[in-house]
């Protein structure tokens, strides 16, 4: 992520999405092998495999936004280069 002569290098760190995606897919993908091992079936499953699957979807549309505002489209987020 770029700085404006504005905006402080702490502020555009803290506001970077990726980290918070990637750490919350992690953990849903960590709840789901815990399960597995522990209790293997059920709606528990079922939840961590949503949680992680979202996660998963989060982290594309973020992906799919990001190169849209690289690009220029005019539909884009701004902020996200």
Known sequence: ??????????LTRLSDPRPALLLGTVAWLVACVVVLVTD????????????AAIGVLGYALFFVQRRAARRGDRGAQQGLV
Not at 1 to 10: D, I, K, L, Q, S
Request: charged content about 5%.
């Open 1 to 10: 992520m770029h700085t404006t002569p504005n905006e402080p290098a702490v």
């Open 40 to 51: 293997g079936a059920g709606s528990t499953l079922a939840v961590c495999a949503c949680g």
